[in-house]
């Protein structure tokens, strides 16, 4: 039996190749579909359509499945550091100790910003939205550092890439969100770890261990997630060979949208809004429900999971575990929990598969360790950039890779003549 699959169209039959994965998923390669039969395909949100053959993560969203160059996201989360799963992403494999005191090591030698770029971060207003102030910092960052212009210096730009990129995003972060309290910077001490470092960049004091490595968890589940919104729009930048700034920082635009990272920061509005309004959740369930309402569960449904994201029990264990340390009782965390219930029992909800996210607990966190609601999103991003430039270094390592350029299906005027301005 053929492992080609047969379209058949207007009495004519077209053979496609099967592609299968490691994992036995198969993909019908429709590359060569136009060409033999003049038929395209169309898929509404690429519901339904693989952009490329990655070996980075794999996630089976009907099992709620995660896994990063194989190991399962629960092992990293409880067994490994983010230095050491940003290695495993952007390398293929876990580091000896050397190789990984090594990449500790690159990552601290860029414990600081070029003046230039400090100057620029001076000029933002102390109110603008830190997603905005990193991704055009990120993009300022080539106007630096010039020799990352060169397409074809990848093999020298992928060395530093990472190690560059994760230093200073932290330290752009950290001192902007300083300048917005109105206090000076404080300088980069990777000696603390990285976690700890942002942690003391942030707020300057003694930082506790249990909530250092808490953060350090949360950046792990955010790593990498896949062909997700962000991650193909590095991609597809990265594609016209344009610089790595260039695509990170298309990443971070990418990853601002509430449907996607900045979902993270609606939840917390959304909490605090139904706070103010009483705390009556059920109503905001039925808001929800309301085709004729816009409203939506901010941080419940996911494109890919359908039964349960695996991020989510992670998170959720260690939003509790945060909560108790640093004592705080926060009513926003009881809202949530009722509003989950409720929503996991509602027909609505349980019909459509729609489960809490990544982000529904994240940003209780967040706010515990006192970072600002219209941060969260960009604390997502330091998580990510180890997931950018893995999928970023795949595709500029892949021989056969293409610049994205999807086709569409014309529905405008046919032709038509130009009338003069008179005859209108
Ligand atoms: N609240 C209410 N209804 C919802 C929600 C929600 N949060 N999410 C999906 N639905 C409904 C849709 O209205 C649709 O209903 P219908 O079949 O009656 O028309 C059905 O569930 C399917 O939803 P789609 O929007 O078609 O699913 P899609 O895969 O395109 O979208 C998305 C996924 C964007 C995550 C969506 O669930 C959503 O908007 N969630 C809220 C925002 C959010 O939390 N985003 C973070 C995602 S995780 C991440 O990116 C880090």
Redesign the pocket.
């Given at each position: 039996m053929s492992d080609n699959a047969k379209l058949e169209f207007k009495g004519e039959v077209y053979e496609l190749p099967v592609i299968t994965g490691s994992e036995k998923e198969s993909a019908i390669d429709i590359t060569k579909l136009r060409a033999t039969s003049g038929l395209i395909t169309i898929d509404n949100?690429f519901?339904n359509t693989g952009s490329c053959l990655s070996s980075v993560t794999f996630l089976n969203g009907e099992k709620g499945i995660l896994r990063y160059r194989g190991y399962p996201i629960e092992q990293l989360a409880d067994k490994s550091d983010f230095v050491e799963v940003s290695y495993l992403l952007y390398n293929g494999e876990l580091p000896t100790k050397a190789q990984s005191d090594a990449f500790y090591a690159d990552i601290s030698k860029f414990a600081s910003l070029p003046d230039g770029v400090k100057n620029i971060l001076n000029q933002f207003p102390a109110d603008a939205h830190p997603m905005g102030v990193v991704s055009s910092t990120v993009s300022a960052l080539s106007c630096f550092y010039p020799e990352f212009l060169n397409p074809e210096a990848t093999d020298e730009i992928k060395e530093k890439a990472i190690t560059q990129l994760m230093a200073q995003v932290k330290i752009i972060m950290a001192n902007f969100y300083r300048k917005t309290i109105g206090k000076d910077p404080v300088d980069s001490n990777p000696a603390l770890g990285y976690s700890k470092d942002f942690l003391n960049m942030m707020f300057d004091g003694e930082i506790d261990d249990e909530v250092a490595s808490a953060l350090d968890t949360l950046l792990i589940l955010?790593a990498d997630?896949e062909q997700?919104?962000s991650a193909s729009t590095v991609r597809v930048v990265g594609s016209s060979q344009a610089n790595i700034f260039a695509s990170v920082s298309s990443g971070v635009d990418a990853?601002w949208g509430?449907?996607?990272?900045?979902?993270?920061q609606?939840?917390l509005e959304m909490l605090e809004e139904i706070k103010n309004d009483g705390g009556d959740y059920e109503k905001f369930i039925a808001k929800?429900?309301d085709?004729n309402d816009p409203?939506?569960?901010?941080?419940?449904?996911?494109?890919?999971y359908k039964n349960f994201?695996p991020r989510a029990k992670i998170i959720k264990v260690a939003c509790d575990t945060i909560l108790e340390k640093l004592d705080v009782q926060d009513p926003l965390l009881e809202i949530a929990k009722g509003l989950e219930q409720a929503a996991l029992k509602d027909e609505?909800?349980v019909q459509?598969n729609?489960y809490p996210?990544?982000?529904?607990y994240s940003g209780i966190i967040y706010k515990a360790l006192g970072i600002p609601t219209n941060m969260f999103t960009a604390m997502?991003v330091l998580g990510r950039l180890p997931g950018w430039l893995s999928q970023w270094k795949e595709l500029r390592e892949d021989k056969v890779a293409k610049i994205a350029r999807p086709r569409q299906v014309y529905v405008g005027e046919t032709e038509r003549n130009y009338k003069d301005i008179s005859e209108r």
């Open positions: 949100g519901m955010h997630h997700n919104c990853l509430q449907l996607h990272g900045g979902a993270n609606a939840v929800a429900k085709k409203f939506k569960l901010m941080g419940f449904g996911h494109r890919v994201d609505y909800f459509r729609l996210n990544v982000d529904f997502f």
